[in-house]
């Protein structure tokens, strides 16, 4: 009846890495037709992938893990979608509640577990399973969304449930009212005023909305935190607030207002030395229009409307982008993605370096939907490009993944090659954790030591990403030009299933 209920609301791809605890679950996953089973071989790629699927189908997916160290597994890419706001519904077995007073080997607080996540219910009986699972459905869709989970004991999947499909749909988000609105449209008119927005989707409407608002009243529109991103050409371009503190800090600098949009106000990602943790202005004045469990797309178009803005009207062509030629940078590489964007395609990111000269030129690619894990647990690339092409078979998936990411979840790959998804993945191999040298630059170390740079470097020996990929049944090739980067992209996104080009930077 659990996955019946599923089935009722439109949840009907289920991402597992089951155990023993699980086989009833498993057995009756033949008994309902139009659940789509995907093994992982790891469970964060299963919860990585629920991720990526409910970015693109707008609904949730089942996550099926093993008990409380199966569920521990999949924490980081939950952490991503709970950062992200995006709805999961988690079906986490446990041992047979006569069994868990003998403390088993396998055995843990599974329920404590869960209250980390978010919203979380033990059932205890068969006969809740059904209205349980409706409620966890429930949860992860309604105002802000994020993960939900079932702690299911073996014995309640054994017993008989009651036939009956309780009511069962997905929540809703608030409408945030006229008067907060119209002081959100005095406070934009006052000068020297910021725009931001943030939260699970920024669309090309809510960009457009947002460079509207910009025209008629001077603000500064910004992002912040935006899990997935329409983009490319024709589409306004709305700049984030950057990764490091100094520049997020010059990104805001002069703003007296703040109309905020996000779930809370920007702050820096971690802590430094003699850097406030907030990146507005001290003297910055924060007004919260509305925060992620809020209607924002709506909210904008009624607040354009408070300002008195004009008609959307499309953004300036940008000039063609030069054909990327010579050795392989991180620029080079942006070009080519960009040339060689799919129309409609989703982009994967998942390199705060390897994307950075990307990240200056999406306005030059064909229109796409990017996907981001805000939550800054790595590992997520993969595994959100395989839920992503499961969520839309129609569409062509670009990952742009780096090198050290990549090896948490490399596993994705075989699941990717196992049920023929289109995904192109462009893996952007430097040999090295760069984000973190960069970090040591910014410490003061401009010369660390041997050990500093074995924990910061991978090679000795270098990863064979062509070698692995092939291993798990996708072909793969590699590329240490641009011209050779780009007819192996080209040649991918023409092949059915996945592909793996390793960019060697």
């Known amino acids: 009846m659990m996955f019946r209920t599923a089935l009722a609301a439109g949840v009907d791809v289920c991402f597992a890495n089951p155990g023993t605890t699980e086989m009833a679950m498993v057995a009756a996953l033949d008994r309902v037709p139009g659940i789509r089973p995907v093994l992982g071989l790891f469970e964060g790629v299963c919860s990585g992938a629920c991720h990526g699927y409910a970015r693109v189908a707008d609904r949730p997916a089942l996550g099926l893990y093993h008990l409380g160290p199966g ?166 371009f709305i700049p984030d607030i950057p990764y490091f503190p100094e520049a997020a800090a010059r990104a805001t600098a002069g703003v007296r207002t703040a109309v905020l949009l996000t779930e809370g106000e920007p702050v820096t990602f971690f802590g430094y030395p003699d850097i406030p943790s907030t990146t507005l202005p001290a003297d910055c004045r924060r007004l919260q229009l509305a925060g992620v469990a809020d209607d924002i797309a709506r909210c904008l178009s009624d607040l354009a409307d408070a300002v008195g803005a004009g008609p959307a009207t499309p953004p300036p062509a940008p000039d063609p982008l030069p054909a990327a030629t010579g050795p392989l940078d991180i620029m080079s590489l942006g070009r080519v993605l960009a040339a060689e964007m799919p129309e409609n395609a989703v982009l994967v990111q998942d390199g705060i370096t390897s994307a950075a000269g990307f990240l200056t030129m999406t306005d030059r690619a064909a229109p796409f939907r990017m996907i981001q894990a805000m939550g800054g647990a790595i590992g997520a690339g993969l595994p959100t490009a395989l839920g992503a092409a499961i969520a839309a078979p129609d569409r062509r998936v670009m990952c742009l993944q780096s090198d050290g990411s990549a090896m948490y979840t490399i596993q994705a790959l075989w699941s990717m090659a196992r049920e023929g998804v289109d995904v192109t993945v462009i893996m952007a191999n430097n040999h090295r954790y760069n984000i973190l040298q960069m970090e040591l630059h910014r410490a003061g170390i401009d010369q660390p030591g041997p050990n500093a740079l074995a924990l910061t470097e991978l090679s000795n020996p270098d990863l064979d990403f062509c070698s692995l990929a092939r291993g798990m049944g996708v072909p793969a090739s590699r590329a240490t030009t641009a011209e050779e980067l780009t007819e192996a992209v080209a040649r991918a996104n023409a092949t059915p299933g996945p592909t793996l080009v390793e960019a060697i930077l």
Request: charged share 20%; aromatic share 6%; hydrophobic share 45%.
């Open 71 to 236: 569920y521990v597994n999949a924490l980081a890419n939950l952490h991503n979608a709970r950062r992200s706001f995006t709805p999961v519904v988690n079906l986490v077995g446990d041992q047979a509640s006569w069994h868990l007073p003998y403390d088993a080997p396998l055995s843990s607080d599974t329920t404590k577990l869960a209250t980390w996540v978010g919203w979380h219910r033990h059932v205890n009986s068969a006969s809740r399973l059904a209205s349980d699972t409706a409620a966890a459905i429930h949860a992860a869709t309604d105002g802000a969304g994020g993960p939900a989970t079932l702690v299911i004991p073996a014995d309640t999947t054994w017993d008989d449930a009651p036939p009956e499909i309780p009511e069962v749909g997905f929540g809703s988000r608030r409408t945030v009212p006229a008067d907060r609105v119209m002081e959100a449209a005095a406070a934009l008119r006052s000068g020297d005023s910021a725009l931001i927005v943030g939260g699970p989707l920024v669309t090309a409407e809510m960009a457009a909305d947002m460079a509207r608002i910009a025209a008629a009243t001077g603000c500064r529109p910004l992002r912040y935190r935006a899990a997935t991103n329409e983009l490319g050409l024709g589409r306004h």
